[in-house]
């Protein structure tokens, strides 16, 4: 309120003392108003929408893409510069409206979305500020390279228009439609930032573009043969419903998606003439304030990479000693921990059958786990919800150069449930003992458990989301299962669990090696396989993501480690008050929150227990 702007050092300087630090000099005047409202719900509304404008896809797998904000259907994000300056324009503003609100009658909740806020917009405004990359506004999807193997429209918005877009009547196919003739839109304004990128230095390795390449390829082949599945998709599901919906979308396709991602496909080859093999972001320009940042907005902590590496290599310590006695149990006595998971790994027993058979007996194996766990969820929460989840095979095009797994929460409303991606490219990606652990952290306890809850809060915090929270809560998850019995009578099961969490602390050790130690990508495959057992067809996909969203998988264990010393916290103060139901409660009512934002949640769980 007539103040001096914030300069990028103070900023900086208050988001290293936490969140909850963040105002503007007027904030304590504004305080002592007597005037103080008593509910920020219209601010916060008002501040989801601004955003989802920016993201309309988002409005859809919201499902709140009715009403008075119907015409979102229609819409497609805008990727251009024009686009990121206008997102940027929309933060800095309602940054400011958020700051300067006044809290002191607000209820805890509302603080905490404030909070919540606050911090998300202040990093990915800092992002916005580096010289390139794309930027989530409260998601994981950090990356210096606007197209990629695993990134881009190509890969997104086919996949977005089959899966989330959903077709019932006319109106929604005529949104289809109008969806897919600003596709070219989309992906020409990806083109101008790649081309700038490339204009300042910035090239990816050259083992990302022979993916990425080859992927695209893969999606022109699809787009001009007859427009492939972004024309079956919808003439699927319109059968019952008039209208030339197959002429109109194959002219869109073979007359605008088709050059345009022929375009960009011409980029990526203009890339690869020029690319070294160097995986990290030290051999970039301005890679060291990419990466600085990045692992600032994937942790929520000012925890320095040096640090971070060093965690990571204590915490696969302590999780190898828990494996040493399961191994030898089974009569695995000689080598390392992780030469022993490798002949695991081998053992014909865990593995399933090759081809469409392994993929069907896959496919049922998930079913059957997610089916047991949801009837568990009641011994971990005091306020279960559905766990609604489908469960999809990733499509074709994205398997190459995606993980072994994703999942997420589904609609607001409910209507559209969660969803667990699995990769089935190969059925050696898979076996009977980590597959189990790779649903509780997809579906349930894991991503769509928690998705679920996101989805009662207010708009905005169903929207935004902080990578340690996210993926600490489904590293949780798979604690969760083992504690409710997942591998009692099942001791390879919990080696495979083990592993998991040694998998993570891997990750921690991995990127920081490749972005500030200089590792190469060899060199980070030989870690995981030699230290932790894991399959070369499972890395060689798991370094090349982190090469492209850097410093994302360092916050899974950060957060998982978080989460579970806040739980040691609360048994501590509440004693004999404590209940496992009550914490995980508490944990996810609070919803997806920046790490300093947790222990506030965990502070009024501890005392609103204490006064009961």
């Not at 001096?4 to 900086?12: E, I």
């Not at 695209?216 to 043969?225: F, H, I, Q």
């Not at 969820?377 to 279960?384: H, K, L, N, T």
Request: glycine letters at 10%; a negative charge; one cysteine or more.
């Amino acid at each position: 309120m007539g103040s001096a702007p914030l300069s990028r050092r103070t900023t900086l300087q208050l988001l290293a003392t936490g969140t909850a630090a963040l105002a503007l000099p007027g904030a304590r005047a504004l305080a002592a108003s007597p005037a103080a409202p008593t509910s920020a719900a219209p601010l916060l509304d008002s501040v989801a929408w601004n955003l989802i404008g920016h993201a309309p896809e988002n409005a859809t797998t919201l499902g709140v893409d009715t009403g008075a904000h119907a015409a979102l259907r229609s819409q497609l994000e805008d990727r251009s510069f024009a686009g990121r300056a206008a997102l940027a324009d929309t933060l800095r503003s309602d940054l400011v409206k958020v700051q300067a609100f006044n809290p002191s009658h607000l209820s805890h909740a509302e603080r905490t979305s404030l909070a919540v806020i606050r911090s998300a917009y202040k990093t990915s405004l800092d992002g916005l500020a580096l010289p390139y990359g794309d930027v989530a506004v409260g998601g994981w999807r950090n990356t210096p390279y606007v197209v990629i193997q695993n990134v881009g429209a190509y890969l997104d918005t086919p996949k977005f228009l089959d899966a989330d877009h959903q077709v019932k009547s006319a109106e929604d196919a005529e949104a289809y439609v109008a969806r897919l003739s600003q596709f070219d839109s989309q992906l020409d304004g990806e083109l101008e930032r790649m081309r700038a990128a490339t204009d300042q230095g910035l090239v990816p390795p050259d083992f990302l573009l022979d993916r990425a390449i080859a992927q695209m390829e893969s999606t022109l082949a699809d787009a001009r043969d007859g427009g492939g599945g972004m024309v079956s998709s919808l003439v699927s599901r319109t059968k019952a419903i008039p209208g030339d919906w197959e002429g109109r979308t194959k002219t869109i396709v073979a007359g605008e998606v088709v050059p345009a991602l022929e375009r960009q496909l011409a980029e990526l080859k203009r890339q690869r003439g020029l690319a070294k093999s160097d995986p990290g972001m030290g051999a970039r320009p301005h890679g060291d304030e990419f990466y600085a940042w990045a692992l600032r907005a994937s942790t929520t902590t000012t925890v320095p990479a040096a640090e971070i590496h060093e965690r990571g290599l204590e915490e696969l310590a302590a999780l190898h000693a828990r494996m040493e006695p399961i191994l030898k149990s089974l009569g695995y006595t000689q080598g390392t921990v992780g030469e022993r998971m490798t002949a695991l790994g081998s053992d014909k027993r865990f593995m399933f059958p090759e081809g469409d058979p392994g993929r069907a007996e896959i496919m049922a194996f998930i079913q059957k786990r997610v089916d047991w766990i949801r009837a568990q969820m009641p011994r971990a929460f005091r306020d279960p919800v559905s766990g609604k989840v489908e469960v999809h095979r990733l499509p074709l095009a994205e398997e190459p150069g995606a993980p072994t797994a994703y999942g997420g929460g589904g609609s607001k409303d409910g209507t559209v449930p969660g969803k667990m991606w699995i990769n089935l490219r190969s059925t050696d990606l898979h076996r009977k003992y980590d597959l189990p652990t790779l649903v509780h952290h997809e579906a349930i306890p894991g991503h769509v458990w928690q998705g679920e809850y996101a989805n009662r809060l207010p708009l905005i915090r169903s929207m935004l989301a902080f990578n340690a929270y996210s993926e600490g809560w489904a590293l949780y998850g798979e604690q969760l299962a083992d504690e409710l019995g997942a591998y009692d009578s099942d001791p390879v099961g919990r080696l495979g669990y083990l592993q998991s969490l040694a998998f993570r602390a891997c990750r921690m050790v991995v990127d920081t090696g490749i972005h500030t130690k200089g590792w190469g990508r060899e060199q980070a495959v030989q870690f995981f396989m030699q230290k932790n057992g894991n399959k070369r067809e499972e890395i060689a996909s798991e370094v090349d993501r982190y090469c492209s969203w850097p410093g994302q998988a360092c916050g899974y264990k950060m957060g998982h480690s978080e989460i579970n010393l806040q739980r040691s916290r609360a048994q501590q103060a509440l004693g004999s008050a404590y209940d496992l139901r009550d914490f995980d409660q508490a944990v996810v009512d609070g919803g997806n929150v920046p790490l300093d934002v947790l222990a506030t949640n965990i502070d009024d769980y501890i005392a609103t227990t204490r006064k009961r």
